[in-house]
């Protein structure tokens, strides 16, 4: 069996398949999808849950209106607002989690960063972004960002703003390193096998989603480790 044979036997064994769940995302707030995007690197996902509940409450606290529809600019005008970065992680979401524990900045820069860089490139809503998430411009300038070289939220923002794709976490990567029987994979690697399963198996279920199969690898891992 090759490597694509086995990823595909073992998404086979996912629950509920086939019949598997699309994930919610956040379908008219960008503001969400980049903040989720950028906050679940690195840490458990409950946090980030915690710190949108907080933003919200925020939000609220200041009159500042909805997080359900925020676009770019607003965010950009809600870090400002607070005073900065620092503020804003300090005050508003209460999370001063870094980029990466060595020479990291604060994420809530990293956040206004790509922010900034989104909405000069006119990508301002989740549809903005469904339409452009192949220009490689935008890509190259978000990888820019302190802390986003591996691309990895790249991908995950994409499947946030409701584009189909693949994000090759840790938890993707152990799914596959399982499946194929051995460690370690690339993230790389993974994605690309996570990809050449799904077009294996979009020929047997033509309504497979990748954000859908990309769910729930991430669920049923994240279940395993617990």
């Known amino acids: 069996?090759?490597?694509?044979?086995?990823?595909?036997?073992?998404?086979?064994?996912?629950?509920?398949?086939?019949?598997?769940s699309v994930p919610d995302g956040y379908a008219d707030s960008m503001a969400l999808c980049v903040m989720d995007a950028i906050w679940s690197?690195?840490?458990?996902y409950?946090?980030?849950?915690?710190?949108?509940?907080?933003?919200?409450?925020?939000?609220?606290?200041?009159?500042r209106g909805s997080t359900a529809t925020r676009s770019l600019d607003e965010l950009i005008g809600d870090i400002e607002f607070a005073g900065g970065p620092e503020q804003f992680a300090g005050s508003a979401v209460k999370n001063r989690s870094r980029t990466s524990s060595?020479?990291?900045i604060l994420k809530a820069e990293a956040?206004?960063?790509?922010?900034?860089?989104?909405?000069c490139g006119g990508v301002n809503h989740p549809k903005d972004l469904q339409e452009r998430h192949d220009d490689p411009e935008l890509k190259r300038l978000w990888c820019e960002v302190r802390g986003q070289s591996s691309g990895i939220s790249w991908h995950y923002l994409l499947i946030l703003a409701g584009v189909e794709d693949v994000k090759a976490d840790r938890m993707i990567v152990r799914f596959v390193e399982r499946a194929v029987g051995r460690s370690p994979v690339s993230p790389i690697d993974a994605y690309d096998l996570v990809l050449a399963a799904h077009g294996h198996l979009s020929?047997?279920?033509?309504?497979l989603s990748l954000r859908s199969l990309d769910h729930t690898i991430w669920s049923a891992q994240r279940g395993r480790q617990r």
């Open 102 to 104: 060595r020479n990291g």
């Open 1 to 20: 069996m090759t490597d694509v044979d086995l990823v595909v036997a073992q998404i086979r064994l996912l629950p509920n398949w086939p019949k598997l």
């Open 41 to 44: 690197m690195g840490i458990r």
């Open 46 to 63: 409950s946090a980030v849950e915690k710190l949108i509940g907080r933003y919200c409450k925020w939000l609220q606290k200041n009159a």
């Open 111 to 119: 956040v206004l960063d790509a922010s900034r860089i989104l909405s």
């Open 203 to 207: 020929e047997e279920i033509p309504s």
